[in-house]
């Protein structure tokens, strides 16, 4: 069955960085666009990020612009995000997610990994 197997989050100050990486299993790796979701206590799941099947076109939420890079190396069945300068308001659980094609609509994901919990301190 398909699996996507999140990684690499954890606590960082204010201003630092991590790297979050989702392996993907099960599925035509190459054949799916990418996306990056968060939701933080209370909140509902928002859009962070995604990247087409390939060459790899990008999209961005204004709130992580210029911070966060979404990435992917197909040989491996991975995708990255690159988060530095990290804020506050960035705490939440990120999630990874596979659709046929990208989206800022997480309702239009068709597999969701169970996500790693990002804190950022003050």
């Known amino acids: 069955q398909v699996q996507l197997v999140e990684s690499g989050g954890g606590l960082v100050q204010a201003g630092g960085s991590l790297r979050l990486s989702c392996a993907a299993s099960g599925l035509t790796f190459s054949s799916y666009a990418m996306g990056w979701f968060r939701q933080a206590p209370g909140k509902g799941r928002e859009f962070v990020t995604a990247?087409?099947?390939?060459?790899?076109?990008?999209w961005y939420a204004d709130s992580v612009k210029g911070r966060f890079t979404i990435s992917r190396a197909n040989a491996v069945n991975t995708v990255y995000l690159q988060m530095i300068s990290l804020k506050p308001e960035d705490t939440a659980v990120y999630y990874c997610?596979?659709?046929?094609?990208?989206?800022?609509?997480?309702?239009?994901?068709?597999?969701w990994g169970q996500g790693t919990q990002v804190t950022v301190s003050s």
């Open positions: 997610a596979a659709s046929e094609r990208a989206s800022y609509v997480a309702d239009e994901y068709d597999y």
């Open positions: 990247i087409s099947k390939s060459p790899g076109r990008t």
